[in-house]
């Protein structure tokens, strides 16, 4: 009898060292998805709020002339971007009047990627250095990439660049990113060191350094955009005198420019859905997902693996995850984008309707309350955590 008592003392203590182990990965867990949709919605939210001050105050003008009593005003214009300046890449024979010239140097080399259990190397062309030394205690001696680039990418811009009567500030022109590509010919490889032109050849557009017809790791290519004058933009920004500069709110900064005619309420509304819904943002808003989904799991599992099979409650898992999620964004928009907050709670609701079907469709019926049990823990914790965190951050 007493060796008895003693093993369910034993299988008592392991019971709650699980369950705490439980609770606390599914609370840690909990926590850091609310810290990465917090951050980042919060991110998001600052510039939709930037944005809608720019609504609020943007004052489209003519480019042609300055008027000095719009001196610290939000301004919108559109023409034709022109500089004089000739962007010179002496190293490389290069010399165009441009707004913008990039160089883009390409290194042939060893790339590892991992599909399930298996690994794989594959030569690419990447414009930064992979380092090999990362790949493995034998790899790295059988993939071996070079350690350093003897080129490297730039980008040259023009000091001053003007549409119409106003010049942008060096904010704006480093926006410009829409490069066309450029060309290299004979004349600018004749004004090249005749050092380098001994590695160095034309291979159509670009150069090449190495082999062309059968590239090795460590050969080189370098081809080239540019950004010519007379270009069509529309800016945004502050006017200062006769410089279109940076327009400062208590939540950031307002500066924008595309290389074609928009109205203003164009330019807002593209930097918006770039804001929201950029694949970047998906991104993090996924991996909050993905944790609110582990952690749902190790929460229902205990509970729901005796009346159906872990993968129903997976399913049942990530629906509650999802639904959390749904609405917790939702909570985050609400004030901001009604459209965008009822879509998500739409979508909850579809959640919602597919995780009872599941529960209906796979006649466990008994689990329909620990689904319910299980979603309002979720909601319960990520309330208690946006409050903490609300509390903290304001």
């Known amino acids: 009898m007493p060796g008895e008592l003693k093993n369910h003392s034993k299988l008592g203590i392991k019971g709650v060292l699980k369950l705490f182990i439980r609770i606390i990965s599914s609370i840690t ?25 720019g609504r609020k105050l943007i004052t489209s003008i003519s480019a042609s002339t300055v008027d000095p009593s719009n001196n610290g005003a939000l301004v919108h214009i559109s023409g ?7 962007l010179k890449d002496e190293l490389f024979g290069i010399n165009e009047q441009a707004l913008r010239l990039k160089r883009i140097v390409e290194m042939y080399q060893w790339e590892k990627t991992k599909v399930r259990y298996n690994t794989y190397y594959n030569q690419i062309w990447s414009e930064t250095l992979i380092d ?13 990439n070079p350690t350093t680039m003897p080129y490297q990418s730039h980008i040259f811009s023009a000091s001053k660049v003007n549409v119409g009567a106003f010049m942008l500030d060096k904010n704006l022109i480093d926006q410009m990113d829409e490069f066309s590509e450029y060309p290299v010919s004979q004349r600018t490889y004749d004004l090249i060191d005749d050092k380098l032109k001994q590695s160095l ?26 950004i010519r004058p007379l270009v069509s933009v529309s800016v945004i920004g502050k006017q200062n005198n006769n410089i279109i500069e940076a327009f400062h709110t208590k939540n950031g900064e307002i500066a924008l420019i595309v290389g074609q005619n928009e109205d203003a309420e164009m330019m807002f509304s593209t930097a918006e859905n770039t804001y929201m819904y950029s694949s970047t943002m998906w991104l993090w808003r996924m991996l909050a997902m993905v944790m609110l989904w582990i952690g749902c799991g190790t929460t229902l599992h205990p509970s729901l693996k005796k009346i159906t099979d872990a993968g129903v409650v997976d399913i049942v898992s990530m629906i509650v995850a999802l639904i959390a999620s749904f609405i917790i964004i939702a909570l985050f928009w609400l004030p901001h984008r009604s459209l965008f907050t009822a879509t998500l709670l739409i979508l909850s609701g579809c959640c919602t309707f597919a995780g009872l079907h599941i529960i ?24 208690f955590v946006y409050l903490i965190l609300y509390i903290y951050f304001s």
Not at 29 to 53: C, G, K
Not at 360 to 383: H, S
């Open 360 to 383: 209906k469709q796979n006649e466990i019926g008994v689990a329909f309350t620990e689904f319910i049990r299980g979603l309002m823990k979720i909601l319960l914790y990520g309330v």
């Open 80 to 86: 034709a971007a022109i500089s004089n300046e000739v």
């Open 29 to 53: 867990l909990f926590i850091a998805s609310f810290l990465v949709l917090w951050l980042h919605e919060e991110e998001a939210i600052e510039s939709i709020q930037r944005i809608d001050a």
């Open 132 to 144: 090999s030394d990362k790949f493995g205690i034998y790899d790295k001696l059988e993939y071996k």
């Open 201 to 226: 050849k034309i291979n159509d557009t670009e150069y090449f350094i190495g082999n062309v017809l059968n590239p090795q790791i460590g050969d080189l290519r370098i081809k080239y955009g540019i």
